[in-house]
């Protein structure tokens, strides 16, 4: 079965630091992947999404992913953080033998510190 | 704002109740999907439609049914509710369109919380 696994639960870093947020997929065919944030209170925003192509995508708010086959790994980075930035992000993988649903990691908290 | 909109954001009710959650798809979406969040299960798939049929169902509870309405609206109905039921009930779009699904993206909308006493 299609799994996503995302190592960290939590993750704090300072504002202007880089950032990395980990996440690894189990999927027989080609993924297409997805880096959704959720805001407290808030529904989710899709960051930005892997269907093929380029390997490095780029999303809003200056994030960007690297998918990497060999890896199975599909980590979400930006070069600097905003406080702005303190969410949960999830990581999600498209499971396309059954309809269209998605199928979420557990999520990374990011609190980032002034 | 995504374009998806639920009713109601907060819902509290009482266990054994019934109650119905509303989403309307974004403006041209086909598709319409239903999440639950939980902190003990995280975010799950419960079921999608299309077109106001039945497309994957997932680990839906057979006390939930859903249906997708001609204006392609959907209602998500939660009976003989448990303690456990309490979580964010995400509703999410896509255009879905006649070809290829892969490369949909699903459009969140604001969740509905429900807590159930």
């Known amino acids: 079965a299609q799994s996503v696994t995302q190592p960290d639960i939590h993750i704090t870093v300072s504002e202007g630091a880089s950032l990395e947020l980990r996440c690894n997929y189990s999927?027989?065919?080609?993924?297409?992947l997805f880096w959704y944030v959720q805001s407290p209170g808030q529904g989710l925003q899709l960051l930005l999404k892997?269907?093929?192509?380029?390997?490095l995508v780029q999303g809003i708010k200056g994030f960007e992913a690297e998918f990497k086959r060999s890896q199975s790994s599909f980590n979400l980075r930006k070069p600097s953080v905003h406080w702005s930035d303190a969410a949960e992000y999830f990581c999600?993988?498209?499971?396309?033998?059954?309809?269209?649903?998605?199928?979420f990691g557990a999520g990374t908290i990011l609190r980032v510190k002034s | 704002d995504s374009g998806v909109t639920q009713t109601p954001k907060h819902l509290i009710t009482a266990t054994g109740q019934r109650v119905t959650l509303r989403c309307s798809p974004r403006?041209?979406?086909?598709?319409v999907y239903w999440y639950q969040q939980s902190l003990d299960q995280g975010l799950q798939f419960l079921i999608q439609?299309?077109?106001?049929?039945?497309?994957a169902k997932g680990n839906i509870l057979e006390r939930f049914s859903a249906q997708q309405f001609p204006d392609l609206h959907s209602e998500l109905n939660l009976s003989s509710l448990e303690l456990g039921d309490s979580a964010l009930y995400f509703c999410?779009?896509?255009?879905?369109?006649?070809?290829?699904?892969?490369?949909?993206?699903?459009?969140f909308g604001p969740g509905t919380r429900l807590t159930v006493l």
């Open positions: 999410a779009s896509s255009v879905t369109s006649g070809g290829v699904v892969y490369t949909d993206t699903q459009y």
């Open positions: 999927y027989g065919a080609t993924p297409y």
């Open positions: 892997y269907f093929s192509g380029d390997t």
């Open positions: 999600a993988v498209g499971d396309m033998e059954y309809g269209n649903k998605l199928v």
């Open positions: 403006s041209g979406d086909l598709s």
């Open positions: 439609y299309y077109n106001g049929e039945e497309r």
